[in-house]
Structures are given as structure tokens and as C-alpha cells.
Nanobody
Framework: QVQLVESGGGLVQPGGSLRLSCAAS????????MGWHRQAPGQERELVAT???????NYADSAKGRFTISRDNAKNTVYLQMNSLKPEDTAVYYC????????WGQGTQVTVSS
């Protein structure tokens, strides 16, 4: 059974940093395209960043230069380092694994507010 468990969300002030983690079980993250998506209240879910099986990365324009996606194969975990956070980054952040089918985590709340 595949499980993706996100953690690391919370409340942070503008300009602060957070690191989100996505711990996977039932699949090997290095064999999937792993991604982070987010959904703000009243908005559609949007892509934030992906990392492919080769290690190649892709970022939404809103994330470029501020967020970094990475992967620890030994821990079977994917991370999203978020720096210089802005109030508009407030959302529920979801981990996604894409292979023959897609799997989603349950999400972790990130709130950026003073």
C-alpha cells in the first residue's frame, strides 16, 4: 500500500523559511516523478516543483529562486526547502508521486503571516 506522508508545515513570518518533507512507503521515490503542489483557499491546486527519476527539477515561476526540491533516496523522502516566504505562499502543500498512476499525500498546511 502506497503512502505519502507530508510534514514540516506551520506558521512562519514573511521572509522566513520552512522545509517540508514527504516520506514515502510502498514505492521508491527515485523511480517516480515526485512533486509538490499547493492549494490555497478558493483556488485550484497548482504545481510548485517536481523532481524526476534522473534528478532533474522543474519549478513554477512563483517558486524559482526561493524553493528547492530535493530527494534522499536512502530515506525514501522528498523535501521542499522554502525560503523568503510570502503571504501568498499560504496554502496546503501536497506531495505527489507519478508513475503508472498517481498518488497523493494528505497535505500539510503552510501559513505565512505576521
Amino acid at each position: 500500500q502506497v503512502q505519502l506522508v507530508e510534514s514540516g508545515g506551520g506558521l512562519v513570518q514573511p521572509g522566513g523559511s520552512l522545509r517540508l518533507s514527504c516520506a514515502a512507503s510502498g514505492l521508491t521515490v527515485s523511480r517516480y516523478v515526485m512533486g509538490w503542489h499547493r492549494q490555497a483557499p478558493g483556488q485550484e491546486r497548482e504545481l510548485v516543483a517536481t523532481i524526476g527519476s534522473s534528478g532533474s527539477t522543474n519549478y513554477a515561476d512563483s517558486a524559482k529562486g526561493r524553493f528547492t526540491i530535493s530527494r534522499d533516496n536512502a530515506k525514501n523522502t522528498v523535501y521542499l526547502q522554502m525560503n523568503s516566504l510570502k503571504p501568498e505562499d499560504t496554502a496546503v502543500y501536497y506531495c505527489k508521486a507519478v508513475g503508472l498512476r498517481a498518488y497523493w499525500g494528505q497535505g500539510t498546511q503552510v501559513t505565512v503571516s505576521s
